[in-house]
């Protein structure tokens, strides 16, 4: 996995601004097609408990 900066610290795969999980998925946000980075997400995302 290569490194992956990630500002969502709320999620539990982030530690220290890094992705740690072994592979994310990340797809459309609600559009058909992305133009701008705004239009994907994180699938991944996990909230921390
Ligand atoms: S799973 Fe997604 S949201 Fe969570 S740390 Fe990795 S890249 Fe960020």
């Known amino acids: 996995m290569p490194h992956i900066?990630?500002?969502v610290t709320e999620c539990q795969?982030?530690?220290a601004?890094?992705?740690h999980a072994p592979m994310i998925q990340?797809?459309?946000n609600n559009t058909g097609t992305a133009n701008t980075s705004d239009q994907t997400?994180?699938?991944?995302f996990k909230m921390k408990s």
């Open 5 to 7: 900066k990630c500002s």
């Open 13 to 15: 795969w982030n530690n």
């Open 17 to 19: 601004i890094e992705c």
């Open 26 to 28: 990340v797809d459309h």
């Open 41 to 44: 997400k994180c699938e991944t």
